[in-house]
């Protein structure tokens, strides 16, 4: 009697799709000192990444030109990248392309000063583009300040924690997604 190997017909399919990774722009936005720039770059897998816009500005520059965007790549799952664009001061013109293009904008609110924030909630809210409300110093009482509708979704953040911010690019796509599915 002969042994005989046992090969399956075919191989196993992989576990990640094949094919390019699905790429989603983001926005991170909010008021004077909110921390955007620590935010993107505790993300980043490699920031400063010249994306497709101007006023492309290195985070690693130890100069800040506040009328530029700041860039960083994030890999969330093997067929998921966002690429960050931290707004300049002030909020983007109305008619950037970015805004027509981005998937969503989380913006930093500093719940110790809820006013400098509000003209940023107001700028998304206005545009239409889905949005989340990473509270920061969540140790202050925020919701009964915010200006917004009980549909934003807010969830707290330490923008320089990559654990944190991670956690809210995550809460945004997953509100983003089930506020689009039917």
Known sequence: ??????????????????????????IVAGGP??????????VADAPGVPLAYPRHCALSSPTRDPSCWETARVTLA???VVDLYATPEPL????????????GAVILFDTRRPRRHTPALDFFEDHGLAHLVALTHTH??????????????????????PSSARTTLLA?????VVATTP
């Open 33 to 42: 000192g909110t921390d955007r720039r620590a935010f993107v770059r505790a």
């Open 140 to 161: 202050h009482p925020a919701r009964p300040a915010l200006p917004l509708y009980d549909a934003v979704p807010t969830t707290p953040c330490v923008p320089s924690d």
């Open 1 to 26: 009697m002969t042994a005989r190997l046992l090969t399956p017909a075919r191989p196993a399919a992989p576990a990640v799709p094949a094919g390019p990774a699905l790429t989603a722009k983001i």
């Open 78 to 80: 093997p067929s998921l």
């Open 172 to 176: 945004l796509l997953q509100a983003n």
């Open 92 to 103: 983007p013109a109305a008619d950037s392309p970015l805004l027509a293009e981005a998937l």
